[in-house]
Antibody, heavy 122, light 104 residues
Framework: EVQLVESGGGLVQPGGSLRLSCAAS????????MNWVRQAPGKGLEWVSY????????YYADSVKGRFTISRDNAKNSLYLQMNSLRDEDTAVYYC???????????????WGQGTMVTVSS | IQLTQSPSSLSASVGDRVTITCRAS??????LAWYQQKPGKAPKLLIY???TLQSGVPSRFSGSGSGTDFTLTISSLQPEDFATYYC???????FGPGTKVDIK
């Protein structure tokens, strides 16, 4: 079964750090580019970051640039999000999501994890 | 690139035909996807490339459009379709604000 499972969420104080993980199974992880998407309580979806299959290309949303770092370990079938200098507005469910690529073009996010909750509060 | 969706919410009955619109602030060709999300669950991909049905998604869902104007249509609303629907553009990955479909 194709699956993504996030972990690492929790309660952290403003200014603190947290590292999220996403474990992939059921597909060749090293062949796919990946993303992190978040959803604040009662709000819509916000794309956070992208990493290519080889880690050669990385993008961030302006809201997290300079504070968050995406990475991956293809040998461990894992995706990561290092979150530093956390703010109240970073409180959200964080999802990892796989790119749907057709003939080399990204058309959607086709596989999503169940999400992990990050709460930033004093 | 900004996306707007209309309406932001709608009430409908089982069997109704439902249409949701997504508009992009600039042309995005056919690089648009639609997702369904139910409370407490991850989003589920319905449509990609503006009009291609994702494998396993019922045929009552359809998408159309290109450039800046797109629509998601549910031909006959089923009880399991009550959810929030999001569009997403794949040039810079942003999502629309969502359309909540609830029971009339």
């Amino acid at each position: 079964e194709v699956q993504l499972v996030e972990s690492g969420g929790g309660l952290v104080q403003p200014g603190g750090s947290l590292r999220l993980s996403c474990a992939a199974s059921g597909f060749t992880f090293s062949s796919y580019s990946m993303n992190w998407v978040r959803q604040a309580p009662g709000k819509g979806l916000e794309w956070v970051s992208y990493i290519s299959s080889s880690s050669s290309t990385i993008y961030y949303a302006d809201s997290v640039k300079g504070r968050f770092t995406i990475s991956r370990d293809n040998a461990k079938n894992s995706l990561y999000l290092q979150m530093n200098s956390l703010r109240d507005e970073d409180t959200a469910v964080y999802y990892c999501a796989r790119d749907k690529v057709v003939r080399g073009v990204i058309f959607a996010f086709d596989i999503w994890g169940q999400g992990t909750m990050v709460t930033v509060s004093s | 690139i900004q996306l707007t969706q209309s309406p932001s919410s709608l009430s409908a009955s089982v069997g109704d035909r439902v249409t949701i619109t997504c508009r992009a602030s600039q042309g995005i060709s056919s690089y648009l996807a639609w997702y369904q999300q139910k409370p407490g669950k991850a989003p589920k991909l319905l449509i990609y490339a503006a009009s291609t049905l994702q494998s396993g998604v019922p045929s009552r869902f359809s998408g159309s459009g290109s450039g800046t104007d797109f629509t998601l249509t549910i031909s006959s609303l089923q009880p399991e379709d009550f959810a929030t629907y999001y569009c997403q553009q794949l040039n810079s990955y942003t999502f629309g604000p969502g359309t909540k479909v609830d029971i009339k």
